[in-house]
T-cell receptor, first 113, second 115 residues
């Protein structure tokens, strides 16, 4: 049973650039959530996707956007990168119908120079 | 709003010592509570959970009891091992209104176990 997978594992960008991160949910899951984890901090909720729509959003600017595909996989896009966007980006999947526990992928570590 | 507060680390223990990591929460309604563990360079792994008051979650020798009267979910282990060295996060998921989707995490507690 494949767990949550994310790509790429590491990424280096410069300020002002745009980045796309990808996530494939655990088999059987239909909901994907994205979190940002700054160094030494707990993860912060960015947004959640279900049925290809954003159903909930945390306190993040519009530079952060996402998409969910018919196969439930998801992308996180960040535009106009800032130094402060450097973080570990975590994807979590779950099955919304039973409000099941969220399972996390290994994350993508983004460094903005 | 919903929030989680956990004891600040780092926590350093000798092997076979008793572990307690305190976690308290503020939430509307009856949240579900979780402990996640993060090993160096990795993502989060679910350690245990409890979904209603007085539930006890347990896994790999770790335990935590959902105490609604004290709004707490303290993590305990009777005898830690070097392999338990990691960062532990307490989290809640609201079950009310618009908070049902996301997890809210504490800042994490780093545990180091010495041989």
């Amino acid at each position: 049973d494949a767990g949550v997978t994310q790509s790429p594992t590491h990424l280096i960008k410069t300020r002002g650039q745009q980045v796309t991160l990808r996530c494939s949910p655990k088999s059987g899951h239909d909901t994907v959530s994205w979190y940002q984890q700054a160094l030494g901090q707990g993860p912060q909720f960015i947004f959640q996707y279900y049925e290809e729509e954003e159903r909930q959003r945390g306190n993040f600017p519009d530079r952060f956007s996402g998409h969910q595909f018919p196969n439930y996989s998801s992308e996180l896009n960040v535009n106009a990168l800032l130094l402060g966007d450097s973080a570990l980006y975590l994807c979590a999947s779950s099955f919304v119908a039973v409000q099941e526990t969220q399972y996390f992928g290994p994350g993508t570590r983004l460094l903005v120079l | 709003g919903n929030s989680v507060t956990q004891m600040e680390g780092p926590v350093t223990l000798s092997e076979e010592a008793f572990l307690t990591i305190n976690c308290t929460y503020t939430a509307t309604g009856y949240p579900s509570l979780f402990w996640y563990v993060q090993y160096p360079g990795e993502g989060l792994q679910l350690l245990l959970k409890a979904t209603k008051a007085d539930d006890k979650g347990s896994n790999k020798g770790f335990e935590a009891t959902y105490r609604k009267e004290t709004t707490s979910f303290h993590l305990e282990k009777g005898s830690v091992q070097v392999s338990d060295s990691a960062v532990y996060f307490c989290a809640l998921r609201g079950n009310y209104g618009g908070s049902q989707g996301n997890l809210i995490f504490g800042k994490g507690t780093k545990l180091s176990v010495k041989p």
